[in-house]
C-alpha cells in the first residue's frame, strides 16, 4: 500500500526556517516521475509549490516561493525535503507532498496519482 506521509510543520516567526519531509512506503519515491509540494491555506484553493522531475532531477517553483523554498531528494529515494527559507505570513498553510507516477505539468494536481495527509505551517507576524 502506498502512502505518503509528511513532517516538520509548525510555528515559526517571519523570517524563520523549516524543514519538510515526506516519507514515503509501499514504493519509493524512485518509482514516481514527478514528486511534488502544494499547500492550502485556510479559505483558498490548493495551490502549487514545488515539484521535482526524478530523472533529470529538475526543480520547479511557484514564483512566490521561488529563492526561498528549495525541494530535494535524498539518495536512498525514500525521504524528499522542503526546505523553506524567510518564511512570509502568507506562507501559513497545510502543506501536501504528492507523487506522480507518469509525466504530466507538474503544477497541475490531476498529474498526481498519490497524496500525503499534509503538515501544518504557520507563521507569524
Known amino acids: 500500500q502506498v502512502q505518503l506521509v509528511e513532517s516538520g510543520g509548525g510555528l515559526v516567526q517571519a523570517g524563520g526556517s523549516l524543514r519538510l519531509s515526506c516519507a514515503a512506503s509501499g514504493r519509493t519515491f524512485g518509482d514516481y516521475t514527478i514528486i511534488g509540494w502544494f499547500r492550502q491555506a485556510p479559505g483558498k ?3 502549487f509549490v514545488a515539484a521535482l522531475s526524478r530523472i533529470g532531477r529538475n526543480t520547479y517553483y ?8 528549495t525541494i530535494s531528494l535524498d539518495n536512498a529515494k525514500i525521504t524528499v525535503y522542503l526546505q523553506m527559507n524567510n518564511l512570509k505570513p502568507e506562507d501559513t498553510a497545510i502543506y501536501y507532498c504528492a507523487a506522480a507516477l507518469l509525466g504530466g505539468v507538474v503544477s497541475t494536481q490531476m498529474s498526481y496519482n498519490y497524496w500525503g495527509q499534509g503538515t501544518q505551517v504557520t507563521v507569524s507576524s
Do not use: T
Open 62 to 69: 511557484a514564483d512566490s516561493v521561488k529563492g526561498r523554498f
Open 45 to 47: 484553493e490548493r495551490e
